[in-house]
């Protein structure tokens, strides 16, 4: 049995290790057909080995000077003007603008003020938006002399509250077991 062509030019080429080298020099003076194809490969490699190597050097100096040649017509690209600076300048530099962004983002994203000062009923009976810091200045708001009619309470929409039994208004003091707001002594 023959070896495929791979290994027989392997071993024109004297690439394969000698166990294997005598083996296949056995096969090729014992088998006609295989030594007829190994015989065909000494021929094309003596074909091409016949043949003069193409010059290397004059086509490099071809392409050199072609290059050279488009370059001499080639637009000169516009050089920038570098400014350098030193890098704590730099570090400095960016944390100025980052402080900057902070601020402006911290501006814009506030809600705006509102007023805190003691409101009279006058205002409430207009139908002013109040803002209530305390429970106590609530209080004095709803029992002012004049009535009511509408009062609202925003909560924070971060705040944690325990929520006991059924919801009644009553006073900070009054949690600790004394009667809820709105109920008189008498009941």
């Excluded at 030594?35 to 016949?50: G, M, S």
């Excluded at 029992?143 to 909560?155: F, K, T």
Aim: proline share 8%; hydrophobic share 45%; net charge negative.
């Amino acid at each position: 049995m023959c070896p495929d062509d791979q290994l027989l030019s392997a071993h024109l080429d004297k690439e394969v290790p000698s166990p294997w080298s005598e083996k296949l020099t056995h096969i090729l003076e014992s088998d006609s057909e295989c030594k007829k194809r190994f015989e065909r490969l000494q021929a094309v490699r003596t074909v091409l080995h016949a043949q003069p190597e193409p010059d290397f050097a004059g086509a490099q100096d071809r392409v050199w000077q072609e290059l050279e040649k488009r370059k001499a017509f080639a637009p000169v690209p516009h050089r920038f003007r570098t400014i350098s600076v030193s890098l704590p300048a730099a570090a400095a530099a960016a944390m100025a603008i980052l402080a900057v962004g902070v601020l402006a983002s911290y501006v814009a994203l506030r809600p705006p003020a509102q007023a805190t000062a003691a409101v009279g009923p006058a205002a409430i009976a207009e139908g002013l938006t109040v803002r209530v810091e305390d429970i106590e200045q609530l209080l004095r708001i709803i029992n002012a002399s004049e009535p009511v009619r509408q009062v609202q309470i925003d909560l924070p929409d971060q705040s944690r509250f325990q929520f006991a039994g059924e919801p009644r208004l009553i006073r900070a003091v009054d949690q600790g077991g004394a009667r809820p707001f709105g109920e008189s002594e008498e009941e």
